[in-house]
């Protein structure tokens, strides 16, 4: 029976899922290779200040990581965190690891927009198996995001680098560390790569406004679902990108196919292990754990919302992926999703996303990422991505009942 999970996941969910991924990490390249998402992080730093400096880098973190996977996401932002870091090292008064200091709002910005956001694979998923909507799943993550980001970045970075002394690999440092005289020539503004970072997502949120404020038959309405369409979206991303950050620079059509094809060779393994995730999810529910999930949550009387956030958890930290924690939590409560009218689906999805933040460790690729980056013990590694993932996925939680709560209120008024 495991086949026919294998065969479901790999079926129509995942196949618009392994697009949509193909052309973010597209976009992703195509954004990192023109040099746009240095630009941003250099210019919020000089708007900023270098005193305000892990604002400024949560803020580029955010922006980048819409369009990027947290892997890529943190490659495309290494050069700047250890040029940042190293310029903040030369000063007498700072005390601990630069590193830690600037490197922790940026895994705790990439991490939250991984798995609260759409058009990342994770909640893509979970919108898709529970069958809801794009666009309040994205509103509704976008909010939970700030207050994960902000607690699981600066606060808890400014506690925790003083207490380290990490720093990365010398010959690493060399390689990364940006030469500005270097590359500002070469950049594109700073609108045009916050512009080809943020269109599919501006897409989405036409889409989503649209859904809310008109009519369903609307010719305005149908344009804009075709838009928000996460696919389309994408596509138009990742067209707009070569047109303005290849094409209208005088770029090289040879470079450029050779950049696209490289930007998918790491995305089979996670498309596979979204299959593997719908064939483990099979196995669950053929063995009926599902049936246990809901009969022991019967007697503890779990709220689905947090049903879904512990079920991912567990999956997740058992599991070492994130995605085969949102497969199978989202796989486990679609049969309750589609019976209980009032359950609100795209918190749903929300919570499930955020559940499979929790605790990332050996066992996750990006918790090695990390480690091997800065040039941290297996203890510094955990006291980092580890802790503050946990942090970013327990807010989410909060903000997720917080934002059901309020909904129930108003619901409750308009009755």
Known sequence: EPQIGLGDALGSNVVNIALIFGLGAMLGRLISDAGGAQRIAVTLIEKFGEKNVQWAVVVASFIIGIALFFEVGLVVMLPLIFSVARKLEGQARFKGSAYVYVGVPVISALAAMHG?????????????????????????GFLAAIPAMVLGGPLYGAFIAPRMSTKPDQALLDQFTITEKATAGSQPSIALGVLAALLPAILMLIHAVAEMLLPKDAAAMHVASFLGNPLIAMLLGVLFAIVALVMARGGDTEKLRDALG?????????????????AFQQMLTSAKVGDAIVHLTQQFAFPPLILGWLIAMLLSVSTGSATVGIVGAAGLLAPLA???????????????????????????????????SFGMTMGEAT?????????????????????????????????
């Open 262 to 278: 490289k930007s998918l060779k790491p995305i089979a393994s996670i498309i596979m292990i979204i299959a593997g995730g719908g």
């Open 338 to 372: 589609g019976a209980d009218p009032s359950l609100n689906l795209p918190l749903l999805a929300l919570s499930i996303g955020c559940g499979s933040l929790f605790f990332n460790y050996a066992n996750h690729a990006g918790f090695w990422m990390v480690k091997e």
């Open 116 to 140: 609260m956001v759409p058009p990342h694979p994770g909640p893509l998923t979970a919108i898709a198996t529970l069958k809801t909507t794009v666009g309040p799943t994205m509103l509704y």
């Open 383 to 415: 006291k980092t991505i580890s802790v503050v993932q946990s942090i970013v996925a327990v807010v989410g939680l909060v903000m997720v009942l917080l934002f059901n709560a309020l909904i129930t209120v108003q619901i409750g008024r308009a009755h």
